[in-house]
């Protein structure tokens, strides 16, 4: 068992930066990939960016590409989503989640792949 806690969201105008934090507990964090995932009201949860567990490899969907930045310390047992440049779209309560993969540089970009999450935290942009 892995347990996942978000912090970091909020409101913020368009334009504007936020950084969100997912801290891990429980077993070895090296032991897993990373990701992001996000739903708006009304919509599906969908992929935002992943990391592998060496932090070597990331993957993001394309309407966040060059905007936002995925990053992990595995000495804190933390994954970080900086997100730059956000727009009114981007509202949406984002997701950590982890998945337990055998090789170091694999990521994992399927929602149903993904073992355990966390609680979510609202991220709302106004415009």
């Known amino acids: 068992q892995v347990q996942l806690v978000e912090f970091g969201g909020g409101l913020v105008q368009a334009g504007g930066s936020l950084r969100l934090s997912c801290t891990a507990s429980g077993r070895t964090f090296t032991s897993y990939s990373m990701g992001w995932f996000r739903q708006a009201p009304g919509k599906e949860r969908e992929f935002v960016a992943a990391?592998?567990?060496?932090?070597?490899?990331?993957n993001y969907v394309d309407s966040v590409k060059g905007r936002f930045t995925i990053s992990r310390d595995n000495a804190k047992n933390t994954v970080h989503l900086q997100m730059n440049s956000l727009k009114p779209e981007d509202t949406a309560v984002y997701y950590c989640a982890a998945d337990q993969t055998l090789y170091e540089h694999t990521i994992v970009i399927f929602t149903a792949s993904y073992d355990y999450w966390g609680q979510g935290t609202q991220v709302t942009v106004s415009s």
């Open positions: 990391i592998s567990r060496s932090g070597v490899n990331t």
